[in-house]
């Protein structure tokens, strides 16, 4: 900047000096030597919707705004210029701001004022607002943007019976493999069809048609054009007439599609699976009502009948009855409960360390009692004299009994064969039976979920999918092999390493002719005192009848129990989960704090394993599920009396 010396003007001219950057079109803004703000025009206020007292001090060299680059220059002494995006969130918490959260676009200079002994005085800096300007020249460059948009999709024209390309690459995208460089050859109309998908070229044809000899202005088609693969296209044609009125080409815009029919293919797939899926559980709760009112009707009119009888053999019969049923409504609730379980993908496996061998013998001493029918035999495969692995025991024990019940149901002579063996790194157990057998029209349906093949067959629809979740669960294989009026064989395989011994082994085999005598439970060793933490009479009188031998005394909810125990001394608590005023899990860590002998037994009505380890947590000792069993409840309370 020219240096001024101030003395070579009179008063008039320098006052009038002072007036030009009041005037000024730009904005006028002075810093001091520290870079500090000292002045600022009207203009240069406006721009940045200020008052003077809001900027007073505030520093050049800190602000975000100008680039480092240009601060170092200035630093060193030297002028600088820029244009600058000045983004106001960026930029000083002005307090009076009335333009915050902008974006406005400057042309900035910053020279730098000097003395006579060109000592530094400070910083001038002039701007001038072009916002509305470079708004502009981005509004045309996204208005170009727009139209390559259009020009990509304009692809082709007819012209005396030749498809020529406007556009060569979507041309060549549609019609040809990739080419290096623009070609200005005609396209023809028969090399143009070879791309297009066979079954949609006489509509493509149909159309070009209907606008050539028609007079039809445009026409609106879906195209199957090759790639790697038939993408679909939308494809509009538009008629473009000549000065005589006559159609003289036709242009030809095309969208790729093919996502969006993809998603509407699954969407549409999606609502006949969950229309399916609503359809199949209406008949299974419809099912489910027959199911269980079958063996409650048994339970219910027996338990009347046992009530009124004196023949004693009546009586057992009546029993016999009522626990069959029994277990029949159990394995119906189990299954629901397996399916909420496969529904929420919490199918759980807990393996042990067992013989297999002598599983299958157990399994089939049980299940023989069940083959009632003279004209079946029921035989055991069972290969090696042990067969040691670690699986779910429970698991696999599931899945065997399911495919011997089917096999039951569907077997009126012949034989069921059930056995395993060691294959390919895993165990594979299988039934056999020379039952009605499956049509193959069926098979896709033995797996899924609520399907019964058999409507007259007792049953949820659910045994084999549940199956299908556990072996898949253990990352197994299962599958069928069926032949209508020759018989089924259903089989399962899981991955897992054994101990194999092959001898022989002398098993005990249960004769036609054996007496099965109801086990007697275990006597305890002492009579214990015995609180039950239940408010539920019915469950409360079952248990005073099965322990009737010992002495209990009752609490109605959670609360009772903590403060009768820390009162008076017990042996046992038996702790239902759920109960008014305060549950089972609390009251059980309310009495550890201060008592951490005393066996405590969780009793609930929930299944889950996440209920026992909740409970276990708490610091129960054991854990029952409801319908109590007379066994269970006696081994367990016998344990107790010898450990204590």
Sequence with gaps: MENINADQYSEEQKDLLKLIPSYSSQGVVIYGQDGGLIYANQTALKMFGVGITDVLGINIFKDPNVEDKDKEALKQGKDVAFETDYDFELGHDFLGSTIRGQRKYFITKIVIMRDNQQNILGYLLTCEDVSEKKYQEIALIESHKKIETIHRNLALALEAGNLIAWNYNVAEEMFYPVRNELSTEKISLENALERIHPEDREKFIVTLESILHKGQLSGNVVLRFLHDRYLYFDCKFLGIKDKMGQIADITFIQRDITQELEYQEKLLQAKKKAEEADRLKSAFLANMSHEIRTPLNAIVGFSDLLALSDNEQDKQEYVNIISENNELLLRLIGDILDLSKIEANMIELHPEYFDVSELYDSLYSTLRLKVTDPGIEFILDNPYAECWVTLDKNRLKQICINFVTNAIKCTKSGHIKMGYEYVD??????????????????????????????????????????????????????????????????????????????????????????????????????????????????????????????????????????????????????MDMRMPVMGGLEATQKIRKFNKDIAIIAVTANAFDTDKENALQAGCNAFLTKPLKKKELFELLESISVSH
């Design 425 to 574: 790194g895993g165990i594979r157990l299988y039934v056999e039976d020379t039952g009605v057998g499956i049509a193959k029209e069926n098979h896709h349906r033995v797996f899924q979920r609520f399907q019964k093949l058999n409507d007259f067959a007792q049953g949820t629809g659910l045994g084999l999918a549940i199956c299908r979740a556990i072996v898949e669960r253990k990352k197994g294989k299962i599958g069928f092999e069926s032949e209508p009026g020759v018989g089924s064989t259903f089989w399962a395989w899981m991955p897992c390493e054994a101990k194999l011994e092959t001898g022989e082994k002398i098993r005990e085999r249960l004769s036609d002719n054996a007496v099965f005598k109801p086990e007697t439970p275990p006597v305890n060793t002492r009579c214990l005192k015995i609180m039950v933490a239940e408010d539920n009479n019915s469950n409360y009188l079952l248990m005073e009848r099965i322990l009737c031998s010992h002495h209990l005394k009752r609490v109605y909810n959670g609360q009772e129990a903590v403060e009768k125990v820390s009162r008076e001394p017990f042996d046992v608590i038996f």
